[in-house]
């Protein structure tokens, strides 16, 4: 029971959600909007849920001395120091429990969790996604070496295309006369970005949306069951 | 072979150095460097500019501050474009910082239209999770996912709002998208379903994959990419903003980044020929 009653709302859903498509008129189309600010509801409480694991996760990890148990402590203590400068003086325009915190904001020119945001979180967010550059640039150094004739292509392409999208490459064969512009690396960037690039990634999408319909079909019947937490 | 004689592999720290450097001087003393437009962020530019004065639009903020650097140009560079065509922006976000970025992005722009109001030429929505099936909702209804913008003020309060009820309305939907939900779920509810003008922006890494939906069906409008993206916008509407001196840094680091594949691919050729 605890098993069948999930297996049958989920092919009974789908059913419906999937025949509004092809049936677009009452009563598929007025059930699935149903089910869509369904849908929407639950999304919002799934973001408490995630909140709710997220301490329950660190602090156990706190509690139990875990390795590196300090950085789990910091987020924990991150997030506490947000959520409660998002409830007391609220945000944006919003006024918190203790209202705006005009004092705060005089002294930092902003409210508290707009200050923490744009001072702190806003970059220590922008240096991790920053720092893939330097990874990035070593990887490159240690992998784009020419083994074989798939990696010599490999390489030769991402050379042309980085080039290719670069104002100094452009630079390179800007020179270049009309009737060579063919070979100006911004048109080379192009030619592989709009063909070997798009014939790929059309089949990638191909290949994957057939992979869903197929993982689709398994969950509607049921076949797939590991959404349900088990492992039959 | 002996070892004596296999070139060492360079100290990945000296790599981040010269990577380091070779980021820093562009910014701090701009090389000039013109950026082409590619066609493809001109049909963006056109997709804007061909929208009649006084439309409604709508952008998606669905990122976070990880890609501002590439992202914000862009969306400052949209709003100030569309504002310039007198176009009211309606905003909203599919990620929960968008809100943020989309505050801080107006109050930039705000500066060079300081006549701009809040409900008459711009009203942000706030951040709504669910993705594409909140993009399918709002095209049937958008009072149904927004009752209110972000303040609490009733949509029917604003004057912006008056008369928009779906898509319908929307001259074109821009969403800057740094992964899902974004800029894909707009392609398949907005314009597969909804039939709306949708366009946007992404990260360089997510481009090429957003490239396929380019097409004659005009799933997309056009599409910028990365920070090359934002600078060639900036280009066309005759701004110089942080997309055009970071792409003085993106050049060197490319031209770094290459010279240490061909520095790579010497070692291992000097590696190949000792073993032989």
Request: glycine letters at 12%; zero cysteines; hydrophobic letters at 40%.
């Given at each position: 029971m605890k098993r069948f009653v999930p297996l049958l709302i989920t092919f009974i859903v789908g059913i419906i959600v999937l025949s509004s498509e092809f049936i677009p008129h009452k009563p598929f189309s007025s059930v699935n909007e149903g089910l869509e600010n369904w849908f929407l509801i639950i999304s919002g409480f799934a973001i408490i849920l995630g909140q709710l694991s997220l301490i329950k996760v660190n602090s156990m990890k706190v509690a139990d001395k875990a390795e590196n148990w300090k950085f789990y402590l910091a987020g924990l203590i991150a997030f506490a120091v947000m959520l409660l400068c998002g409830i007391l003086w609220g945000t944006q325009d919003a006024k918190g429990l203790l209202g705006n915190g005009d004092l705060i904001i005089a002294i930092l020119g902003k409210k508290p969790f707009e200050y923490l945001f744009s001072n702190i979180y806003q970059h220590l967010s922008a240096t991790m996604f920053a720092l893939l550059a330097f990874f990035i640039a070593s990887a490159a150094y240690r992998a784009f070496i020419v083994r074989?004739?798939?990696?010599?292509?490999?390489?030769?392409?991402a050379v042309l295309v980085m080039l290719g999208r670069t104002s100094i490459g452009t630079s390179f064969t800007a020179w270049l006369p009309q009737q060579w512009k063919f070979l100006h690396l911004p048109n080379i960037a192009d030619f592989i970005m709009n063909y070997p690039n798009n014939a790929a990634q059309r089949a990638i999408m191909i290949s994957a949306a057939l992979g869903i319909v197929g993982s689709s079909l398994r969950i509607l019947l049921g076949i797939e069951r590991s959404y349900l937490g088990g492992s039959d | 072979m002996s070892n004596s004689k296999v070139p060492k592999q360079i100290d990945r720290r000296y790599i981040y150095l010269i990577l380091l450097v070779g980021i820093i001087v562009p910014l701090l003393v701009p090389l000039g460097f013109v950026s082409e437009v590619s066609d493809l962020?001109?049909?963006?530019?056109?997709?804007?500019?061909?929208?009649?004065?006084?439309?409604?639009?709508m952008i998606s903020f669905d990122y976070e501050p990880s890609t501002a650097t590439e992202l914000q140009p862009m969306s400052k560079s949209i709003i100030e474009h569309a504002w310039r065509k007198n176009q009211r922006i309606v905003v909203l976000a599919l990620w929960p910082q968008g809100v943020q970025m989309a505050e801080m992005a107006f109050a930039d722009v705000l500066k060079k239209f300081p006549g701009k109001q809040y409900g008459k030429d711009y009203v942000n929505l706030g951040y709504k999770t669910g993705g594409m099936v909140t993009i399918q909702a709002m095209g049937r209804n958008l009072r149904e996912v927004f009752p209110n913008d972000y303040k609490g003020t009733p949509l029917d309060n604003l004057e912006l709002m008056t008369g928009v009820k779906n898509f319908n309305q929307v001259g074109y939907m821009m969403s800057m998208s740094s992964g899902d939900p974004g800029l894909k779920q707009y392609v398949m509810a907005a314009h597969d379903i909804f039939k709306a003008k949708v366009s946007g922006g992404t990260t360089a890494v997510s481009a090429p994959g957003f490239i396929p939906y380019v097409n004659d069906q005009k799933q997309l409008y056009g599409l910028?990419?990365?920070?090359?993206?934002?600078?060639?916008?900036?280009?066309?509407?005759?701004?110089?903003?942080?997309?055009?001196?970071?792409?003085?840094a993106q050049s060197v680091a490319h031209m770094i980044i290459i010279i240490f594949i061909i520095l790579g691919n010497i070692r291992a050729y000097k590696i190949r020929h000792l073993k032989q």
């Open positions: 074989s004739f798939e990696s010599t292509l490999l390489m030769i392409a | 962020s001109k049909q963006v530019y056109d997709l804007v500019e061909s929208t009649p004065e006084s439309s409604v639009v910028l990419g990365g920070l090359k993206g934002a600078a060639e916008y900036e280009a066309m509407i005759g701004v110089k903003g942080t997309a055009t001196s970071g792409m003085d």
